[in-house]
């Protein structure tokens, strides 16, 4: 009976030693959001050049949205995107430049890290964007903040 006592004592212990308190994200990606003025009616499109010069679509042909998020690089300081905008019967390609600072972020050494950024500047051209706000300049996890207003043009030039 000793044994068997013994026995469940250790196992014990030994559970409450292996537990950690650390809550590691799911998800470690971080995303800047952006917000628009209104709901854009058109379709939009939102793509960024690979290191290897392949371009690759971040956002695919959105219609009727308010909103969206999108990752940022982890080893540049300016990402570089394309935003197309198209209609029933025009298109327009306008350019953003986003720079950033970009700083690694541990949770503890059991987790993966994530990298936040912070934005510095944004510059792009005006075929289809009026103008574009930086509203919080800090890119972590938190999604419910919106990183930049984008005020588009009432219709493509």
Known sequence: MRKIIWVIALVALMATVSCSSIDCPLNNMVYAKFKMHATLADTLTVSTMRSDGSDSVLLNKAVSKDSFQLPMSYKYD????????????KTALDTVKIAKTNQPHFESVDCNPSIFHTITGVTYTHHAIDSIVIKNTTVSYDANKAHFLIYFKSSIN
């Open 78 to 89: 300016e990402d570089v995107l394309f935003f197309q905008r198209s209609s029933t019967t």
